[in-house]
């Protein structure tokens, strides 16, 4: 039979089968693109009538970046009084911008210092004097007592370890 293109076609329905495949590659397709999870709020920590705050959008933040931002604020008045940005946002422009982002988790007060510690698990010490922002991920070595970076104090705890089995005993395996 000749093609007519004035004639009608008959329409095949899908079947349900190749419906319910082409919902779920839909859906599987818009769960894999999805944008991470908002961060979680981090409670402000008041001091001596001064409010510390880590704001995490670039649209509240007087650093004006996403993420990195401590904020301290007048805790009668609300007024700002200094911020200082604690990392530079730096971003890779091959990569989504939201899965870049690091956000601070948790504030405290500790000793004269602000102290914050980010997703990365970095940890931050700001002066509350002077506003100097300084790394705080230094750990106390056991056996000399003195401020070592995570590598440096591997080494000194290794030695140690070493000192006590012996000198030609290899470490642990984990």
Request: proline share 7%; glycine share 6%; charged share 25%.
């Amino acid at each position: 039979m000749p093609f007519d293109p004035f004639r009608p076609r008959r329409s095949r329905a899908a079947p349900p089968a190749t419906l319910a495949w082409l919902l779920l590659t839909l859906l599987a397709a818009s769960t894999a693109s999805a944008k991470r999870a908002a961060p979680a709020a981090v409670p402000p920590v008041v001091h001596e009538g001064v409010r510390y705050e880590a704001p995490h959008w670039a649209s509240e933040s007087p650093c004006g970046q996403t993420g990195g931002c401590v904020a301290a604020y007048d805790a009668q008045s609300g007024a700002l009084r200094w911020h200082v940005t604690l990392y530079a946002e730096v971003q890779d422009p091959k990569l989504e911008r939201d899965v870049q982002d690091v956000f601070i988790t948790r504030l405290s007060i500790s000793g004269g210092q602000l102290r914050a510690t980010d997703e990365r698990r970095r940890r931050w010490a700001v002066d509350l004097n002077t506003h100097r922002v300084s790394r705080d991920d230094d750990r106390v070595c056991a056996v000399t007592g003195t401020s070592l970076g995570g590598a440096a104090t591997a080494v000194v705890a290794l030695r140690a370890w070493r000192r006590r089995r012996g000198a030609r005993t290899s470490p642990p395996r984990t």
